[in-house]
């Protein structure tokens, strides 16, 4: 039975004193959730006030992105050992936004799993079709490059601290989201892929999460899907109230 995971990605949302009234009204009615992890990826500059908030729950605390080395000449870059030091223990790596507007490729973004992982931090890694891509019939051939791109060189025994996030760009801040037979279709190909790059027990244990206007009233069809096993949850994750009703799915 795979733990599930519920991941609010804030992006450029929150200022300081913001992000510490939402962490805390998280952590005063999400605290006592055991079976599931909880995280949170606020802005960069309010890491440490949102650990300090959640202090003493189980909500951990996320950055939105990292560069894949510990130190050097990088103009403001943000390293994976300084993210720890903030308090973070999970890391989103290759979502849409960083490959689709910042142009990252594969080798770069595979470079920072690997980074994370080395410094002890949790990745999760984004993957996902643009809308021309799945007309253009290539929805398949975009996930087998991602994943297998952004795992090279991630050896069977870290695999088990890895998460990955199925990330429709199509269904990311449009209101649009995949059905629930397109988001079980896709996360079943990519645990397929897993099992094929490691094996069977290993793609059963991996987590993988669905991300793509995830909402207080689709979320329990989605979770109620066999291969799907949290969610990366964009503007929801803004409303104390919505993000607390996605975290609290009805499980089938």
């Given at each position: 039975?795979?733990?599930?995971?519920?991941?609010?990605?804030?992006?450029?949302?929150?200022?300081?004193?913001?992000?510490?009234?939402?962490?805390?009204?998280?952590?005063?009615?999400?605290?006592?959730?055991?079976?599931?992890?909880?995280?949170?990826?606020?802005?960069?500059?309010?890491?440490?006030?949102?650990?300090?908030?959640?202090?003493?729950?189980?909500?951990?605390?996320?950055?939105?992105?990292?560069?894949?080395?510990?130190?050097?000449?990088?103009?403001?870059?943000?390293?994976?050992?300084?993210?720890?030091?903030?308090?973070?223990?999970?890391?989103?790596?290759?979502?849409?936004?960083?490959?689709q507007?910042?142009?990252?490729?594969?080798?770069?973004?595979?470079?920072?799993?690997?980074?994370v992982?080395?410094?002890?931090?949790?990745?999760?890694?984004?993957?996902?079709?643009?809308?021309?891509?799945?007309?253009?019939?290539?929805?398949?051939?975009?996930?087998?490059?991602?994943?297998k791109?952004?795992?090279?060189?991630?050896?069977?025994?870290?695999?088990?601290?890895?998460?990955?996030?199925?990330?429709?760009?199509?269904?990311?801040?449009t209101?649009?989201?995949?059905?629930?037979e397109?988001?079980?279709?896709?996360?079943?190909?990519?645990?397929?892929?897993?099992?094929?790059?490691?094996?069977?027990?290993?793609?059963?244990?991996?987590?993988?999460?669905?991300?793509?206007?995830?909402?207080?009233?689709?979320?329990?069809?989605?979770?109620?899907?066999?291969?799907?096993?949290?969610?990366?949850?964009?503007?929801?994750?803004?409303?104390?109230?919505?993000?607390?009703?996605?975290?609290?799915?009805?499980?089938?």
């Amino acid at each position: 039975m795979r733990r599930p995971v519920i991941a609010g990605n804030w992006k450029l949302h929150k200022t300081i004193a913001e992000t510490r009234e939402l962490a805390l009204a998280l952590k005063s009615d999400l605290a006592e959730l055991n079976d599931i992890d909880i995280v949170i990826a606020p802005p960069v500059t309010a890491l440490s006030a949102a650990a300090e908030a959640l202090a003493g729950s189980g909500i951990a605390v996320a950055a939105q992105n990292c560069y894949p080395v510990a130190s050097g000449a990088f103009t403001g870059e943000v390293s994976p050992p300084l993210l720890r030091e903030a308090g973070c223990r999970v890391v989103l790596v290759g979502h849409s936004e960083r490959r689709q507007i910042f142009g990252e490729s594969d080798e770069f973004i595979n470079a920072k799993v690997r980074a994370v992982l080395a410094e002890g931090l949790q990745p999760i890694l984004c993957i996902g079709e643009t809308l021309a891509e799945r007309e253009a019939g290539q929805m398949y051939d975009v996930l087998t490059r991602q994943l297998k791109l952004g795992l090279a060189g991630i050896e069977l025994a870290t695999m088990e601290q890895v998460i990955i996030a199925y990330e429709p760009v199509w269904a990311i801040g449009t209101g649009v989201t995949a059905s629930n037979e397109q988001a079980a279709e896709a996360h079943a190909f990519i645990r397929g892929l897993v099992q094929g790059l490691y094996d069977e027990e290993t793609a059963k244990a991996t987590r993988i999460l669905y991300g793509g206007s995830v909402k207080p009233d689709n979320v329990d069809g989605l979770m109620a899907q066999e291969d799907i096993d949290g969610t990366l949850v964009g503007g929801a994750s803004l409303k104390a109230a919505d993000f607390i009703r996605i975290a609290r799915f009805q499980r089938s």
